[in-house]
């Protein structure tokens, strides 16, 4: 078990601060690490895909969790899997899709572990039909403050509390999966263009039913009578007989071989990532994606995660970082999704990497962050001036909207708005204060947010 | 803690009554800042400014703290930092003295430089080694376009600031990769309290304007900061000028 002193950074690398880094390589060694990680406490850390502040712990400890990365048993008929937290979704699908399963929710990338995605409660375009990442969670073994190992199921209050609860009630050793079934390796994928915002939230809205997955990029930048124009791609998982009889994989239907370019280099000017440079590439964007397409193979590296395909994609934004901006709004708050997206357009935010997705029904983890209805997730560079007055605009108008922003994403949000965006925060911090009371777990996050 | 744009939540003021500091600690309190601490001579001046920035909505504290006594420096800072993580120490204080008297009157000049230097090193070394137990926070220090090169007009201010300003980068230098921030701030003429009185230079500014550039320095995580920027080439020339031709410029 090693420890260094390093600097620590979510994958926006804003806010840098510095921790011990604790790679346990056995449940023994994790137990030890909690036991003795010192006043500042620690908190659990997987790939580092969370945008912000919510792996990093100023002055104390971070668990580097995927030094446990074993995957121990799969049931390939029943389709469930126990694997150590730290294992990742990239792993799991090498492992499973040759046996004709698929992790039952990928974000959009596939360098998250499996503890990480329970711990932020994970959706992806799958969640107006499977809902989040803990929906599959059959139990969990969770680790915690008293140095225990405790098995955890579901519909308890520690299930609930853990199941989007960034870490901070300890660290997921194992956690047994329930996985989708599947045929093939590859994507079935519808692609159309709306033409604003209102023809894109009335084609969600029809027709998102029909599709397992569902997500339609947006284009922020465009203007007038354009505004909200987007691209929805939508799809399932091919069945065997959609591949073509000649084709090899017709005979490897299951192959797993993502392809990757070269990493992004470590030093990148500032404002590669303009108005102008990102208002190009959306409009190419926007103009290549086919009026309307239907039934097109794709890899599921590059329905899912594109991005994936350049390691250290988070670089382009230059060394100030970036800020991903994510909330969610009911349905019936579609006019709140107008003004917003209008006033992120007439900010002129160059933000290439903006996704709207209707969400399906809530799961009950405490500060999970899916609820039906309407989420925005969107990219800006950090550098922008007066981004951090505007963010908070923004929020004033979800939560007045009764909506939320997502703490996995988060790196700035005002202290002040939390409870109103999530309602069990009060259960959530009495049975920290009860399980935890010397704060064993404390991450940046939770010292900002007072969580 | 900090957000993305290096905002802080608690600041921590050393010389609570300097105008640049206020200004910094209004700007800072319109966006994220909700815990300041005022360390200064217990003042009526000290009190007023606290209450000024609690009618801003912040939680606002007073720490008795001077500079020309760095023996206590370890006491008063302990206090503040045993409370709560500190996110921005702002090291502020500072005196300009009066050059021409002070140079007939050497223990005039000395207080000058224990107050500028020796003061802000004892008051640097403590704050850092607590933001560095802390594993974060910035460290943003008040130096002056002054030490960048010493002046006949004024040499004994400029050369205490000279080495506040070399101590700064030097502690920015050690402290990399702690998770600590130093930031030097470099403002040229303000018009304030202190300069009041006082022959205006060129390329004048105003308290106000050094806080702007202290929000943008804290968001980019500069090292050093210019206020104006221009100054940053100003002085650049002027430090590169043969002394035959810097001591006739009438500066």
């Known amino acids: ?451 | 803690m900090k957000d993305a744009f290096g905002i802080p939540q608690s600041l921590l003021v050393l010389g609570g009554t300097s105008e640049i500091a206020l200004a910094t600690a209004r700007r800072l309190i319109a966006r994220r800042t909700r815990t300041v601490w005022l360390a200064g001579r217990p003042t009526p001046a000290l009190e007023a400014a606290a209450s000024e920035l609690r009618a801003l909505g912040a939680d606002v504290r007073t720490v008795a703290f001077d500079a020309l006594d760095p023996d206590s420096h370890e006491v008063a800072l302990g206090k503040v930092f045993a409370e709560g993580d500190i996110d921005m120490a702002l090291l502020a204080f500072g005196i300009l003295g009066d050059q021409a008297h002070d140079e007939r009157d050497p223990a005039g000049a000395v207080r000058v430089a224990q107050t500028n230097y020796t003061g802000a090193v004892s008051a640097g070394l403590v704050t850092a080694s607590a933001l560095q137990a802390q594993g974060h926070g910035s460290l943003v220090v008040l130096s002056s376009v002054a030490g960048e090169r010493a002046r006949r007009a004024n040499f004994i201010y400029g050369s205490s600031k000279a080495g506040l300003d070399a101590f700064a980068q030097g502690l920015g230098d050690a402290l990399h990769g702690t998770g600590v921030h130093v930031m030097v701030v470099r403002p040229g003429f303000v018009r304030s309290k202190m300069t009041a009185g006082l022959p205006q230079a060129p390329w004048a500014t105003t308290p106000e304007a050094v806080a702007t550039a202290v929000e943008l320095g804290l968001r980019r995580r500069s090292e050093a900061v210019w206020v104006p920027g221009l100054l940053r080439v100003v002085m650049s020339a002027l430090r590169h000028m043969p002394r035959t031709v810097f001591r006739r410029l009438p500066l």
């Open chain 1, 1 to 451: 078990m090693s420890a260094d002193i390093v600097s620590v950074t979510g994958w926006g690398r804003t806010a840098p601060t510095a921790a011990r880094l604790i790679r346990p390589r056995t449940y023994e060694e994790a137990a030890a690490a909690v036991r003795n990680c010192g006043a500042r406490g620690g908190i659990p850390r997987g790939l580092g895909r969370a945008y912000g502040d919510a792996a990093q712990n100023a002055g104390g400890a971070v668990f580097d969790m995927t030094g446990l990365d074993r995957v121990h048993v799969i049931d390939a008929g029943s389709g469930i899997v126990l694997c150590d937290a730290g294992v990742s979704l990239h792993r799991l699908m090498e492992v499973l899709l040759p046996l004709g399963w698929f992790v039952p929710v990928t974000p959009g990338t596939r360098y998250v572990t499996v503890g990480g995605a329970i711990g932020a409660d994970i959706h992806g375009r799958n969640h107006h039909v499977s809902g989040s990442f803990s929906r599959h969670v059959l139990s969990l073994e969770l680790l915690t403050a008293d140095g225990e190992v405790r098995t955890v199921g579901r519909g308890t209050p520690l299930f609930d509390a853990t199941t989007g609860g960034m870490g901070l009630t300890g660290v997921i050793l194992t956690a047994t999966v329930q996985l989708q079934r599947v045929e093939t390796s590859l994507m079935s994928v519808d692609t159309e263009r709306a033409r604003d915002l209102d023809d894109l939230m009335a084609r969600l809205t029809a027709t998102d039913h029909r599709y397992r997955y569902s997500v339609a990029w947006i284009d922020l930048l465009a203007r007038g009578t354009a505004t909200g124009r987007a691209v929805l791609t939508r799809g399932d998982h091919a069945p065997l007989e959609a591949l073509p009889n000649v084709a090899r994989a017709r005979r490897r239907p299951l192959a797993f071989r993502p392809a990757r370019l070269p990493a992004a280099p470590a030093f990148l000017p500032e404002g590669l990532l303009s108005r102008t440079t990102v208002g190009l590439f959306n409009e190419l964007w926007y103009r290549k994606a086919p009026r309307a397409r239907t039934g097109e193979l794709q890899r599921i590296s590059t329905f899912f995660h594109p991005l994936d395909g350049v390691p250290h994609w988070n670089r382009i934004y230059g060394r100030h970082g970036f800020v991903q901006y994510q909330f969610v709004v009911g349905h019936g708050q579609e006019d709140a999704v107008r003004r917003i997206v209008r006033r992120i357009s007439e900010r002129r935010c160059p933000s290439f990497l903006a996704v709207l997705k209707r969400f399906g029904d809530a799961d009950p983890g405490w500060l999970s962050f899916p609820v039906p209805g309407w989420t925005l997730a969107l990219d800006i560079p950090a550098g922008l001036p007066g981004l951090g007055a505007f963010l908070d605009e923004l929020d004033e108008e979800v939560a007045s909207a009764g909506g939320r922003v997502y703490l996995a994403k988060d790196s700035r949000l005002r202290p002040e708005l939390l409870a109103a965006m999530y309602p069990r925060l009060d259960d959530f911090r009495a049975l920290r204060a009860e399980l935890d009371p010397r704060a064993v777990f404390t991450s940046d996050l939770s010292r900002r947010l007072a969580l």
